[in-house]
């Protein structure tokens, strides 16, 4: 039987109700580290690291709608209330809406490969919006990245080499829920592991100290 999903309104952010860049502190109810995770799926990262980080403020950003209503069910479930989810375009909403330099770090974990060479450009991590990404972060925030697609890694490596010393890679942190072998644990880095494709994750931080 399907399972009912239910809706939070205390989890869901809705974009007609955003007008210009979010100030955390007033959405959350506190100040705190910001991580914003972009195509979140089934909500399995934001599930375990926000409990493993009640001090962190999270938002999901997901734009297929049946994976949002199934994780803004789940969180909701959970009751976290550090959390906060929207179904929209990242790419869009964060040119919009996140101001610059106020935040920690960005999750994106296997987004969407677009394996033809004809859709490499629909691709999320592409310079343009790299360098949305790190107008958005704090100084020596990070930008952690996960794929399963050797030629998707590649397009990461030569992206983040296009921005030289703005750019620093650093160590990959696996997340909370990780279990043995495992970068993240999300729905679909498990599914790849189990069809044995190799997971390729990098990490970088915004090494400007001038702005
Ligand atoms: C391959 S799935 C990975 C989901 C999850 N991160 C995981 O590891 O299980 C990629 C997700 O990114 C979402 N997505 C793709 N483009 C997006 C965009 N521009 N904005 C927000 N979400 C997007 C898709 O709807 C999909 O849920």
Not at 25 to 37: D, Q
Not at 46 to 67: K, M
Not at 168 to 194: D, L, P, Q, S
Request: hydrophobic share 40%; aromatic share 12%.
């Amino acid at each position: 039987m399907a399972r009912i999903l239910k809706n939070y309104p205390e989890v869901a952010l809705n974009p007609a109700d955003l007008d210009g860049r979010i100030d955390f502190a007033n959405l959350f109810g506190r100040s705190s580290s910001v991580h914003i995770e972009i195509g979140c799926g089934r909500g399995s990262f934001l599930i375990g690291q926000a409990q493993a980080e009640p001090n962190v403020n999270f938002i999901g950003i997901e734009w297929a709608s049946r994976y949002y209503r199934y994780s803004l069910d789940r969180i909701g479930r959970w009751g976290l209330s550090n959390v906060k989810l929207i179904r929209t375009d990242a790419a869009k909403f964060i040119t919009d809406f996140i101001a610059a330099h106020s935040v920690d770090c960005f999750h994106i974990y296997f987004p969407d490969p677009w394996p033809k060479r004809h859709h490499h450009k629909r691709r999320f991590f592409n310079p343009a919006n790299a360098e949305q990404l790190l107008r958005c972060l704090k100084p020596n925030g990070v930008i952690q990245l996960a794929t399963d697609h050797a030629n998707y890694f590649e397009q990461m490596q030569r992206v983040i080499a296009g921005f030289g010393e703005r750019l620093e890679e650093i160590e990959f942190v696996c997340a909370a829920a990780a279990e043995n072998g495992e970068k993240v644990g999300t729905n679909f880095e498990r599914k790849y592991i189990k069809d044995k494709r190799g997971v390729h994750a990098i990490a970088v931080k915004n090494s400007t100290v001038k702005f």
